[in-house]
């Protein structure tokens, strides 16, 4: 689970395993595999490294011998790095 912001200010608990897919156009717009969309303050790195934490850490608890590898690898500056484009 994740904490996210609405435009309005008000805080979502929201189950990452969820999300279908995240678009900045110009807010950011989640949409869930139900079909629902949700508006949110957090761009979409945020909510992308929001998830990949809660993923590492319950990773971490259920195989604990892995916690140095997994810091390891959210300690990497993925989010720095230049997006790849899908157009030619």
Not at 54 to 77: K, N, V
Request: some cysteine; charged content about 20%.
């Amino acid at each position: 689970m994740i904490e996210l912001t609405r435009l309005n200010g008000q805080k979502l608990i929201l189950n990452c395993d969820l999300l279908k897919c995240a678009e900045a156009s110009p807010d950011t717009v989640l949409t869930l595999i139900t079909g629902d969309k949700i508006v949110v303050r957090e761009s979409c790195d945020e909510v992308m490294a929001l998830a990949l934490s809660y993923r590492a850490r319950i990773l971490g608890m259920a195989w604990p011998d892995s916690a140095p590898a997994l810091g390891a690898l959210l300690a990497q500056s993925i989010f720095s790095q230049p997006r790849k484009s899908s157009k030619p």
